[in-house]
Protein backbone atom coordinates (compact mmCIF):
# COMPACT_ATOMS: atom_id res chain seq x y z
CA UNK A 1 0.00 0.00 0.00
CA UNK A 2 1.72 3.32 -1.26
CA UNK A 3 2.23 6.28 1.56
CA UNK A 4 -0.90 8.01 0.03
CA UNK A 5 -3.26 5.43 0.37
CA UNK A 6 -2.64 4.91 3.48
CA UNK A 7 -2.95 8.98 4.58
CA UNK A 8 -5.93 8.65 2.55
CA UNK A 9 -7.14 5.92 4.80
CA UNK A 10 -5.92 8.27 7.78
CA UNK A 11 -7.45 10.84 6.16
CA UNK A 12 -11.10 8.88 6.26
CA UNK A 13 -10.52 7.63 9.50
CA UNK A 14 -9.93 11.01 11.08
CA UNK A 15 -13.05 12.87 8.88
CA UNK A 16 -15.25 9.56 9.96
CA UNK A 17 -14.60 9.60 14.02
CA UNK A 18 -15.13 14.20 14.07
CA UNK A 19 -18.38 12.96 12.15
CA UNK A 20 -19.83 10.08 14.32
CA UNK A 21 -18.85 12.21 17.44
CA UNK A 22 -20.32 15.01 16.26
CA UNK A 23 -16.52 16.86 16.84
CA UNK A 24 -15.19 19.41 15.12
CA UNK A 25 -12.99 17.51 13.34
CA UNK A 26 -9.73 20.13 13.74
CA UNK A 27 -9.89 18.90 17.59
CA UNK A 28 -9.88 15.05 15.81
CA UNK A 29 -6.66 16.50 14.01
CA UNK A 30 -5.09 17.80 17.31
CA UNK A 31 -5.34 14.54 18.89
CA UNK A 32 -3.77 12.56 15.54
CA UNK A 33 -1.19 15.29 15.48
CA UNK A 34 -0.14 14.23 19.48
CA UNK A 35 -0.22 10.74 18.40
CA UNK A 36 2.22 11.28 14.93
CA UNK A 37 5.03 13.14 17.16
CA UNK A 38 5.26 9.16 18.92
CA UNK A 39 5.07 7.10 15.28
CA UNK A 40 8.22 8.54 13.47
CA UNK A 41 7.66 5.74 11.12
CA UNK A 42 4.21 6.93 10.13
CA UNK A 43 5.25 10.31 9.26
CA UNK A 44 4.73 9.90 5.28
CA UNK A 45 1.10 9.21 5.32
CA UNK A 46 0.46 11.63 8.30
CA UNK A 47 1.50 14.80 6.22
CA UNK A 48 -0.45 14.01 3.41
CA UNK A 49 -3.64 13.13 5.31
CA UNK A 50 -3.30 16.66 7.44
CA UNK A 51 -2.95 18.02 4.28
CA UNK A 52 -6.28 16.30 3.04
CA UNK A 53 -8.07 17.18 6.38
CA UNK A 54 -7.15 20.56 6.35
CA UNK A 55 -8.24 21.32 2.69
CA UNK A 56 -11.10 19.80 3.28
CA UNK A 57 -11.81 21.79 6.50
CA UNK A 58 -10.69 24.77 4.20
CA UNK A 59 -12.84 24.39 1.73
CA UNK A 60 -15.70 22.49 3.03
CA UNK A 61 -18.82 24.69 1.91
CA UNK A 62 -17.60 24.77 -1.86
CA UNK A 63 -16.70 20.58 -2.14
CA UNK A 64 -19.87 19.74 0.01
CA UNK A 65 -22.08 21.97 -2.04
CA UNK A 66 -20.49 20.38 -5.47
CA UNK A 67 -21.20 17.04 -3.67
CA UNK A 68 -24.91 18.01 -3.50
CA UNK A 69 -25.30 19.84 -6.91
CA UNK A 70 -24.19 16.44 -7.94
CA UNK A 71 -25.96 14.17 -5.79
CA UNK A 72 -28.85 13.79 -7.56
CA UNK A 73 -31.49 13.43 -4.82
CA UNK A 74 -29.13 12.23 -1.92
CA UNK A 75 -28.74 14.95 0.70
CA UNK A 76 -25.29 15.02 2.54
CA UNK A 77 -27.27 13.51 5.71
CA UNK A 78 -28.31 11.10 3.90
CA UNK A 79 -25.35 9.71 3.02
CA UNK A 80 -23.82 7.18 4.85
CA UNK A 81 -20.52 8.68 6.76
CA UNK A 82 -18.02 6.51 4.99
CA UNK A 83 -19.06 8.12 1.84
CA UNK A 84 -19.66 10.91 2.75
CA UNK A 85 -16.04 11.19 4.10
CA UNK A 86 -14.61 9.50 0.88
CA UNK A 87 -16.49 11.62 -1.52
CA UNK A 88 -15.02 14.94 0.68
CA UNK A 89 -11.40 13.58 -0.26
CA UNK A 90 -12.16 12.51 -3.89
CA UNK A 91 -13.68 16.02 -4.19
CA UNK A 92 -10.70 17.61 -2.72
CA UNK A 93 -7.82 15.92 -4.74
CA UNK A 94 -9.62 16.24 -7.70
CA UNK A 95 -10.41 20.19 -7.33
CA UNK A 96 -7.13 21.49 -5.01
CA UNK A 97 -4.15 18.59 -5.85
CA UNK A 98 -2.56 19.07 -8.83
CA UNK A 99 -0.37 16.37 -7.68
CA UNK A 100 -2.60 13.23 -7.77
CA UNK A 101 -4.63 12.79 -11.61
CA UNK A 102 -8.32 12.73 -10.93
CA UNK A 103 -8.69 9.45 -12.45
CA UNK A 104 -6.29 8.16 -9.59
CA UNK A 105 -8.39 10.04 -7.09
CA UNK A 106 -11.46 8.40 -7.86
CA UNK A 107 -10.20 5.08 -8.32
CA UNK A 108 -8.93 5.05 -4.54
CA UNK A 109 -12.40 6.51 -3.50
CA UNK A 110 -13.87 3.86 -5.30
CA UNK A 111 -11.64 1.10 -3.94
CA UNK A 112 -12.43 2.38 -0.33
CA UNK A 113 -15.91 2.61 -0.70
CA UNK A 114 -15.76 -1.58 -2.29
CA UNK A 115 -14.09 -2.27 0.92
CA UNK A 116 -15.57 -0.15 3.57
CA UNK A 117 -19.08 0.87 2.68
CA UNK A 118 -22.49 -0.55 1.02
CA UNK A 119 -22.67 -2.70 -1.97
CA UNK A 120 -23.98 0.48 -3.85
CA UNK A 121 -21.34 2.82 -2.75
CA UNK A 122 -18.87 1.95 -4.98
CA UNK A 123 -20.79 3.21 -7.87
CA UNK A 124 -22.12 5.89 -6.25
CA UNK A 125 -18.83 7.34 -5.18
CA UNK A 126 -17.75 6.94 -8.71
CA UNK A 127 -20.11 8.74 -10.48
CA UNK A 128 -20.64 11.50 -7.98
CA UNK A 129 -16.39 12.02 -8.10
CA UNK A 130 -16.60 11.74 -12.40
CA UNK A 131 -19.24 14.27 -12.78
CA UNK A 132 -16.97 16.74 -9.99
CA UNK A 133 -14.56 15.69 -12.50
CA UNK A 134 -16.01 16.91 -15.58
CA UNK A 135 -17.40 20.21 -13.73
CA UNK A 136 -13.87 21.40 -13.23
CA UNK A 137 -13.39 22.53 -16.96
Known amino acids: ?7 RKRALDML ?13 LVVEA ?29 IDE ?8 WTLER ?7 LLRIGAWEILYNDEVPDAVA ?11 STDDSAGFVNGLLAAISHSKG
Not at 1 to 7: C, E, F, L, P, V
Not at 66 to 73: A, D, P, V
Open 66 to 73: LITTHSRG
Open 1 to 7: MSARTKA
Open 106 to 116: ISEAVEAATVL
Open 34 to 62: ERAVSEPERQASWLYAREIVDGIVDHGDE
Open 16 to 28: YSADMRQVPVEQV
Open 79 to 85: MPAVDRA
